[in-house]
């Protein structure tokens, strides 16, 4: 059974979340940044409930790092 993806952000979503994070970024501090970061992205990964799909935007990040 497929599970439908929600549907993308508009651009004025994806700011204000982007400024959320830059704004979370700052307040733990870069010796917590990456705790952080693992933790947000673990949470977002069991919110999407797909695997696959979280491994294909693994993939997609680690493009032209």
Avoid: C, S, W
Wanted: aromatic share 4%; no cysteine.
């Amino acid at each position: 059974m497929n599970t439908p993806t929600p549907a993308a952000l508009t651009i004025p979503e994806l700011e204000d979340v982007y400024d959320a994070l830059a704004t979370a970024l700052d307040t733990v501090g870069p010796d917590k940044t990456e705790l952080f970061l693992v933790k947000l992205a673990l949470l977002n990964a069991n919110a999407l409930g797909q695997a696959d799909v979280f491994k294909a935007h693994i993939a997609a990040a680690l493009r032209d790092v």
